[in-house]
Structure formats: C-alpha cells, structure tokens
C-alpha cells in the first residue's frame, strides 16, 4: 500500500458558506490522500459534507461558499487557489469527470443523446465532423449502449433511467479523465440496474487505469466498490481505512451505529438500532466530538475537546478518543462485536482485543 | 396458516390505464390476501405495477376488473356514500417522499387533522386539538410541533408527520409506499422501529411496497415479487429468501448490495431474461408449489420447480 502513489492530497481544508449574514462550516478540516488507480467510497449521512467535499475538487460550489484555509495538491498546483473559471476549466471533465445522481435532471432533455456526448467529444478530444460522430459511436458501443447508430439520434426520454445513466458515464468518459466522481451513481436505479451500472464502472475504471470516488449513504454499494472507505459526519472524517478494516473492525461509534442500524443485519422481530437525535447545526460551532451527543458511548472529553485522527494501523485512522491510550475500555455493540470476530476469521484483520484497552 | 384471520383480499384484479380502446395494462390478474396484524411485502423494480395496486387498494386508480376485499366486505367499484366514509377511515397511506407528500403551505397540525375535517364527522376544536395532540407523540414527536410548518422538519420527523396523518383515523390496514427509501440511513432504522412499534401496539397490517428487499426481508412476513403487472412468486420471507424458485426473483436476490465486502466481491449476478419462458402454448397458472409458496409457472417449469424444491 505504501508505494501507492498519491494523486491528489487534500490537507485540512476548511469551506464555509455564507446564508444570510450565517456563516455555515460545511467542512471542518478535512485532509485525505487519493491513490492512483484506487476506488475510494465517501460514505455519509445527507448534510454531511460529502457533496460539497467532492464539488470542492472540481470547484462547483455555489458562489456563496469560499475555501477557508487548507490545500488540495493535485498535478503539482492547489486548486484551493484557483480563482477563475478558466484555471477550473482545464481540469473539469479534462483531468476530473463527475457522474451525477439522477439521470433524469443531468442530461439536456432538449438535445439528442448523440448531441450531448459529441459536445464533449469535441471539447474535450479535439475532433470533428465524421471522426467526432464515430468516437461517440465507440463510446456508446462500450457503455453497452446496442444500436448506437439509432440512439444517437434519441432524446434522453427515449431511454430507460438506466440507460440514461450509461449515457451519462459515456459522456465522462469522452473527456477521457485521470478521475471520475461518482456522486450516489445508483440511488436512483433499481437493485437489478444498480448492479449493472456499477460493474460498467469497474469496468471502465480497469480498462482507463482511472482513479474513482463515489460518494454514497449505501453501505452495500460501497462493499461492492470501494477499496477504501472514508466515513463522513458533520463535514469531517471520521474514519478511513481499507473497506474490510472499515467494515470488520469500524472504530469510531458513528461507524458502529451506521452498520448497527442495517437492516440486513438485523434480526426479526427485534427493534433495530437507532441512532437517536439529529446532525448538529453547521451554523454553530461545533464543540468537541460532532458525534458526541448521539453517541451512548461518549466520553466526558467528547464534548470538550475535538478529537485527533488515531491511527490503528498504516491503513486506518479514526478520529476518536476511545483510541486514546488513557481512555477507558468500552465494548462496541454486539453487532460489531460479531463482525470483528468474522474478520478476525477470515484473516482480514488482526482484531487484537480493543486497540483502546 | 387456514385459522388465520383475512384482512384484505385482492381478488383478481385488473388496472388499465390510458384509451379505451388501447388500453395500457399496468396490473393484470393479481390476487393475494394479507392476514390480519402481518405485514405483507410487494416487491418489484420500478415500473412493475407496486404502487398501483397500492393506489387501487385506497381506491385511487379504479379497478378494470377483479374486486378487492376488507374483512369480507367489497371496498372496489361503487360504495354508498356510508361504507365510503368507513373504507377510508380504514384504509390509510404512507407516502413514498416526506419532502412531496406534505403541504408546505399548511401547519403540521392542519395537514395532520385534515381528514377529521371530512363531512358527517362532527369534531369540535377541542377534541381535533387533542386528537392531533396524541396522534403526534404517537409517532414521537412533539405536540408543539402542531403550529410548525413542514419544511422546519428533517426527514424523518417529515415521515413521522406523514404516518401521524394515517393514524389520526385509526385505521386498521395501511398501505406503506416505500416509506423509507427517501430517507437517510440512520433514520432508516428509527421510522421502520416506529412502524413495528405501532404495529405491535394497534394490530395493525401492513402492506409494505418497496423495492429494497433487505429492507423487506426484515420487516416483512410474506413476500411477493411482481413483475410486469404480475406476481410472479409469493411466499413467507424466509422460504422466499432460502429457496427463491423464478428466475425473476433469483434475479432480484442476487442483485441485493450487501454490507459485507467479501460477499460482494464473490457476488454472483443472476440476469433475468423473459425469453427463457415458453409461454406460448402452455399459459402459466397461479400454482402453490408447497404450503403457502406460490409461482405463476406451466407445467413443464412446475416440474422443474419441484425437483429444486427437493434438493
């Protein structure tokens, strides 16, 4: 893992909005490392940051909203400097592409399928007229579009939501990016469609050697996707590590109480867990652990002092303060206690006895 | 299983939409019957006819044919005014999307007293206050939240307005439209507790239209799947997800994302392919294969059915 080379470097960036003479801190700090061709999952509740934190590398925030302080290194430049459209320009969709949500709103209902990934074709690839009009044939035929020829003359209310989803990667990858974002690429879609559209994405993603991050709230997308996980609560990162140290030996009780309230891990009969309460309100300040007034487990210095990232091993970090050496033992709930024990079975973890003992 | 009580019962039904002459067939010969204080699951991809025989249980889409049944008595087709205004007092709906479903132009107390407000129910102020009151930290949420309007709400206090608008009635069958999927992980988990809670409490029934089986797998006691307008495959949750016999609901089952990476990544993907049917000359029936599994099958599938059944 150490050798992997990082691509782009976000080191404690902060971003606030500005609503009405409020001041929101929509991200508190952020820094994470993207590696070259790895899939990254950012995984969070809505409100969370982790849209802003991703339109923050392609600088499409709303105007209302400035980056603070903090940096983010890709290409030898810190695109938290960058002013102008134009800087932006040679970087969207060029070096970074993002595939929205819903195929329903992000493609022009005015203009033919054909139209909409030939724009980016000729932006982005410098051809034209009948060799721009056969890339956008290959492209189709590889997104698994059949007919290309005919579907380039429809409209987009032509195809089906998962078809306009293929439309919709097609056109990210006409610009032939070095990263593309995929922001909850599936919530929209149906199980069945789900799976497919997220196996044409690895697929792309093995063939152009390309970085991805989705964003999601899907658990079971990011098991299928993800080679690292980084887990977002109240603009901040909680925990990163490897998917299976994510989701066999989670550390930081938000983790704990989003895998605990799964329904798939559930039993029948009994309530689920909960998490009690709401997210905190970004216009405030937030005082020590976000997540401490929801957290049974919390500690006394929780809601004093903001805890540091922990490292648990090379690969995972959680930002808590049950990983201090002083703090008390405290046992995860029986779910995770069960999930630690089938990764220490399968040899995915070390699970030595409670890093916080 | 035959000493159990029938709450609602779906009775062949039909529901077209659009020309008369050309009629688009959304569902087409469906029938179940839900069982009184279970909860019953509707499962199928977007477009399968889920929401419409939801609506046509509330009586929002007519029926083409067939007839639809609560406690014995016909709720489809043409009611006197009388058994109108019990059927609706009956039958409540929980929408799918909290941000849509709500009026944002009315208080949280209107949009929730709305249906005490129907003819030939005489409330006072009073006693629609304390109705609202009740039905509200019913749902957990608090009485002065009556003079509050809906987008001071998050979403999952917006779905708890949503199944405290149900309840004010006292209903005895609800009619949950993908009552989760427009909500945030975390608050998952607190509405269906909510919902499991009230059931427990009030005997109520369920019937849960989703299309997140894991979800379904949890809260539900039977399970169908529909395809194309028809229930292709009905069976106890737990036969259903152990031995799934149409390829169809195979397809679904195997396409379920979960939160287990090692599971995912030995993931085997089913795709379900109409063509592998051979409809033409033997229709398919409605057959139940063993006790209380149904599948729509011909015969040469119902054997094949059977062999798998044995293994």
């Known amino acids: ?357 | 299983m035959a000493e159990r009580e029938k709450m609602l019962e779906v009775d062949h039904i039909r529901v077209e939409f659009g020309k008369k002459r050309h009629p688009f067939v959304a569902v087409d010969d469906v029938s179940f019957a839900i069982y009184k204080g279970e909860t019953f699951g509707l499962v199928g991809e977007s477009g399968s006819g889920k929401t419409t025989i939801g609506r046509a249980i509330i009586r929002a889409n007519p029926l083409a044919a067939g007839e639809i049944r609560l406690d014995g008595q016909r709720i489809s087709g043409r009611l006197t005014p009388a058994e109108d205004r019990q059927v609706t007092r009956d039958v409540q709906m929980i929408f799918q999307d909290p941000m849509d479903s709500l009026n944002e132009r009315a208080k949280v107390g209107y949009i929730v007293a709305e249906g005490l407000y129907a003819p030939g129910r005489h409330y006072t102020e009073e006693q629609r206050r304390e109705m609202v009151n009740k039905a509200l930290s019913d749902v957990g949420l608090l009485p002065e939240f009556a003079s509050r309007f809906p987008h001071e709400f998050s979403g999952g206090q917006r779905q708890r307005i949503g199944i405290a608008r149900a309840l004010i009635l006292d209903p005895k069958f609800i009619v949950a439209d993908e009552p989760i999927s427009a909500l945030d992980v975390s608050i998952r988990a607190q509405v269906l507790n909510l919902l499991a809670r009230l059931q427990k409490e009030r005997g109520l029934t369920y019937l849960f239209i989703a299309h997140d089986l894991s979800v379904v797998r949890f809260i539900c006691d039977r399970i169908a799947v529909i395809h194309k307008g028809r229930i292709v495959e009905l069976a106890e949750s737990e036969q259903l997800f152990a031995h799934p016999l149409h390829p169809y609901t195979k397809a679904l089952l195997s396409a379920i994302p979960q939160p287990d990476p090692i599971a995912e990544r030995n993931k085997k993907l089913l795709v379900y392919d109409p063509a592998c049917h051979h409809y033409e000359v033997d229709k398919p029936q409605w057959t139940e294969v063993e006790p209380g599994h149904f599948i729509l099958a011909n015969a040469p599938e119902l054997d094949v059915y059977r062999r798998e059944l044995q293994r």
């Open chain 1, 1 to 357: 893992m150490d050798q992997q080379q990082v691509l782009l470097s976000v080191q404690d960036l902060n971003f606030k909005f500005t609503l009405r003479g409020q001041v929101l801190h929509a991200l508190r700090g952020i820094s994470l490392d993207v590696y070259k061709g790895e899939s990254l999952a950012i995984v969070g509740e809505s409100g969370s940051g982790k849209s802003v934190f991703v339109k923050c590398l392609m600088g499409l925030n709303d105007a209302n909203g400035c980056v603070e302080s903090g940096k983010i290194l890709y290409d030898g430049k810190d695109l938290a400097q960058f002013k102008s459209d134009a800087e932006w320009r040679a970087l969207r969709g060029h070096r970074i592409a993002m595939v929205l949500q819903d195929p329903m709103t992000s493609l022009n209902p005015l203009k033919t399928i054909g139209w909409q990934i030939r724009e980016a074709v000729e932006l982005h690839q410098n051809l034209h007229g009948d060799a721009a009009k056969k890339a956008v044939y290959e492209i189709l035929a590889e997104v698994g579009i059949s007919d290309p020829q005919r579907r380039y003359n429809q409209y987009p209310h032509e195809f089906s939501g998962g078809m306009r989803q293929r439309v919709v990667i097609a056109i990210a990858m006409a610009c032939k990016p070095e990263i593309l974002i995929c922001d909850e690429p599936t919530t929209a879609l149906d199980v069945t469609i789900q799976a497919q559209i997220l196996g044409l994405i690895k697929e792309m993603q093995k063939k152009y050697d390309l970085t991805t991050i989705y964003i999601t709230h899907d658990l079971g997308v990011v098991a299928n996707v993800a080679d690292r996980i980084a887990v977002m609560y109240a603009g901040d990162i909680v925990e990163v590590g490897r998917c299976e140290e994510v989701f066999y030996d989670p550390r930081h009780p938000y983790t704990w109480a989003l895998l605990s309230s799964l329904p798939q891990l559930g039993v029948k009969g009994e309530p689920l867990y909960s998490i009690e309460g709401t997210p905190p309100n970004l216009f405030h300040e937030v005082r020590g652990d976000a997540f401490a007034p929801r957290n049974p487990h919390a500690l006394k210095m929780d809601f004093v002092k903001r805890p540091p990232m922990f490292t648990v091993t090379a690969t995972h970090a959680a930002r808590t303060w049950l990983l201090d050496p002083r703090a008390p033992k405290i046992d995860p709930p029986e779910h995770i206690r069960a999930l630690r024990e089938k990764g220490r079975q399968l040899g995915l973890t070390k699970g030595e006895e409670c890093a916080n003992g």
